[in-house]
């Protein structure tokens, strides 16, 4: 016991907790290489030790003492915006390597409750990077809106699993806007600059999103559709998530009226951001829609709702068609430029007057967002005919 000097006790016991925590920041964790590609749960490790190093070093010595409260925003696909099967999987291990026993962070969902009390936000994304993947993570400090700590680490490509979770592989849009895009930057900021603003003023909204979207990927769309409306209904929910989610929900639901107002709104919101990325899928080779009308029976309201909301706003569009990497670019580039003159002929049944304002073009597999040449629902975006909105005088 140290009763009688109780202060030089304390003294002593602070100094050693310091010097240990200090011999502890001094010590490296195994951080990857940029040029040496590891498998996803290396490489995981590795980009979380770096981040839990870089936290426990900028937060002094009482923040070392306290163990500080991250919540995780899901994990990306940054090229598409969507969450896999290897984002989950990130999403977990992240989870369970920052938030072990003896750690600088407690890692907690992301839900409203918790928001409201942690002081972290931790964000991550998965992109293709010369063959393999990139992976980036970053910690922010909610209050200042700073990023506190930065990573990065290359994953091999073998089993990486990008197949989309339910609600992404039935978008029949590219779910990406500005707070899909500010998340993505986010992730790649340095340590001591800001993070993205437009991503951060939309993230109470984006709690409840995300809640929705859990719920729809377990089939629970009726509960799913609720709190997408919910999110609609704040200030911060206008957002491309939600106004998709609403549409997918009602087509599972069968409320045929409520999905083709809520994919009117979808696409208004894509023409009022200059941009519009449809995934309509053809059959192999063909300029006719997917033979499949459980996939491609809602394409002529699409159209119609396209037609309609370009109508109303007087927009002069660039309609443009992509392939998958699959074939040559000698195939690929006039089929897209057919695809994409099909979809305008589509559009002048419709509408000639918009038709009119509109021109061709074909990207063939250039603009690929995946970019595996897979022909199934993970390469979907690279198979999309886009409206890029453009100066009507040009």
């Known amino acids: 016991m140290c009763i009688p000097a109780l202060s030089r006790c304390a003294t002593r016991y602070v100094l050693g907790v310091a010097l240990s925590l200090g011999l502890a920041a001094c010590s490296t964790p195994p951080v990857a290489s940029n040029n040496t590609p590891l498998p996803l749960a290396q490489a995981i490790e590795a980009a979380a030790d770096s981040l839990a190093l870089q936290a426990q070093q900028s937060s002094g010595l009482l923040g070392r003492l306290n163990r500080r409260t991250a919540v995780l925003d899901p994990t990306l696909d940054a090229s598409s915006g969507q969450q896999t099967a290897a984002t989950q999987q990130l999403d977990r291990a992240l989870s369970e390597r920052l938030g072990r026993e003896g750690g600088p962070l407690e890692v907690v969902p992301f839900e409203t409750a918790h928001l409201a009390r942690a002081t972290l936000l931790l964000t991550g994304t998965l992109t293709r990077a010369q063959g393999n993947f990139a992976l980036n993570l970053a910690l922010v400090d909610v209050k200042a809106g700073t990023v506190l700590a930065q990573s990065s ?188 003159n099909f979809i305008k002929q589509r559009l002048n049944a419709e509408s000639p007057e918009v038709a009119r304002r509109t021109r061709t073009l074909g990207m063939g597999a250039r603009q690929n967002i995946v970019g595996t040449g897979s022909d199934d629902v993970v390469d979907a975006p690279d198979r999309r005919v886009e409206f890029t909105i453009v100066d009507c005088a040009k």
Not at 219 to 244: C, K, V
Request: aromatic share 10%.
């Open 153 to 340: 680490a290359i994953v091999r490509r073998e089993g990486v699993d990008m197949n989309p979770l339910p609600y992404y592989r039935d978008s029949p849009v590219l779910v990406k806007d500005k707070v899909v895009d500010g998340y993505v930057r986010t992730s790649t900021t340095p340590a001591g600059q800001k993070a993205d603003a437009a991503y951060l003023e939309r993230i109470a909204a984006a709690t409840v999103i995300n809640d929705a979207t859990t719920l729809y990927n377990a089939a629970r769309y009726r509960e799913a559709l609720g709190q997408y409306r919910s999110a609609l209904a704040t200030p911060a929910g206008d957002q491309i998530r939600a106004l998709n989610g609403v549409y997918i929900s009602a087509v599972k639901l069968g409320l045929t009226a409520e999905a083709e107002e809520a994919f009117g709104r979808l696409v208004a919101y894509g023409i009022a951001y200059n941009s519009l990325g449809m995934k309509f899928l053809f059959n192999p080779g063909s300029t006719e829609f997917w033979s499949d009308p459980k996939v491609s029976g809602a394409y002529g309201m699409w159209l119609r709702q396209i037609a309609r909301q370009a109508g109303a706003t007087k927009v002069c569009m660039d309609i443009v068609g992509h392939t998958s990497a699959t074939g040559s670019e000698a195939a690929n580039d006039p089929l897209s430029l057919r695809r994409a």
